[in-house]
DNA sequence: TGTCAAGATAAAATCGATTCTTTTGCGAAA
DNA sequence: TTTCGCAAAAGAATCGATTTTATCTTGACA
């Protein structure tokens, strides 16, 4: 949304790394950000930390409040589904908008984002969701959108994505749940979509998205059920 | 989309301070900003500055970039068209919504806000754009779409709103635009809104938005002949 | 005349320290 | 035992200065 060049700057790096912790889940939501902490940790100085937790709150992904300081932004059932709602409303608008007017270049690459995706594991030897994964799924869902002329839609559309890993990031569930077949779903709408399916690819994105959101639920009403009842 | 509590900090009056001054033309559209002129100008110190600005550039109203700091965000006829069609879907999306779920509340708060605006002089004495009706207008606009359930949605439409201000803040004709009666513009959506006319209120949004663009794309095509001929 | 490079200048990025504000801990009063 | 208020500690916000990077200037050379 903001970066021009590709120039390196502390502030960018520190924010590329705390946001990466952010979306796969290393810290607890609503908890509360001790820029000290990562004065220490990256040896760089409090303004540039401070900056890069801006950003992040520019992002959504972080909470920024006068005098306390930034946190995590909490995640609530409700706001999961709301996003959800949103994310459905524009993605599947794009998507749509892709195929109708999408080119061959663009076809070619939905392809080799899918493959990329394919091929890239879930999970790491030691059980932890990857990052490499993380970032080959982005790429796959930026690239069907890719087509569509709207660059702003693309870019509220990503926005609002990445809101959701978030969520997503808050459940180690997700990857090992039985009932579904997450690999096959992105076949499903990688092929539908260079086949100019519009509505049968729309669809296909649609219950992806909210299947995700659905699993995310169950595990969030599993969670404060233990709670209650231990 | 940050903040939290009513709580002031210096940061926060400095970003209310640019972004009014952007928002009603006070900077060249792609000049760069100098961050020294707002330290003598407001007295506070560069990191302050820097953060108010660093948050303008994630709403997107300026442009960051690594190393050769920021500039106001440029205006292209392609991004208004673009940021144009983005609102536009969205905005109907959320005020057709809107219609069918708000409550009373809601209504009144439609009304009460038209009211306001209806009764805010677009210019001040010398001519310039007031800013009370850029605020006024601002929040008609997201009252229109208050009553929607979807705070994402909401929030993506009041950004998004944003940005085409500040195409707007260039074009002082528009206040002076003898084809347009934008007072009863604005009149007829309210009413329609509160009439629950869903398919009547929404079209009169879409072309209440589309003909703001129309009369700055005018502008910008008068503009670039003058400059090719003279 | 035009191109290029070293030096000078301006501006961005970063730092370390200072000044506030909020939170926490503790003891006195109810 | 609880509540209140004050002091101490922690953390946020701000500052002023330093370091780094880009831009501009000027003069040698082709």
Redesign the pocket.
């Known amino acids: 949304m903001t970066e021009l060049l590709g ?1 390196r ?3 960018q790096d520190v924010y590329d790394l705390i946001r990466d912790r952010l979306l796969s889940g290393g810290f607890e939501p609503g908890s ?5 902490d990562f004065v220490d940790a990256y ?6 930390v ?2 890069a937790v801006t950003r992040l709150a520019g992002d959504g992904l972080v909470q920024a409040s ?5 946190a995590v932004m909490s995640l609530t059932v409700d706001d999961l589904l709301d996003l959800t709602r949103a994310r459905v409303l524009i993605e599947t608008l794009a998507l749509a908008e892709s195929i109708r007017l999408g080119n061959v270049a663009w076809e070619a690459a939905v392809i080799a984002s899918h493959h990329e995706l394919a091929n890239t594991p879930m999970l790491t030897a030691d059980g932890e969701t990857d990052l490499a994964f993380a970032r080959a799924h982005r790429a796959f869902h930026d690239t069907l959108l890719a087509g569509c002329q709207s660059t702003r839609l693309q870019a509220v559309a990503a926005e609002l994505r990445a809101c959701s890993e978030l969520y997503q990031s808050w459940s180690t569930h997700l990857a090992h749940d039985d009932t579904r077949d997450i690999a096959g779903e992105h076949r499903t709408i990688a092929e539908l979509t260079v086949a100019r399916d519009e509505p049968g690819a729309v669809e296909a994105l649609r219950a992806h998205i909210e299947r995700t959101t659905a699993a995310l639920v169950r595990y969030a009403e599993e969670s404060t059920a233990e709670r209650a009842s231990g």
Do not use: A, D, I
């Open positions: 120039k700057t502390r502030v509360k950000l001790r820029l000290n040896g760089v100085s409090l303004s540039v401070r900056e006068p005098q306390r300081g930034f």
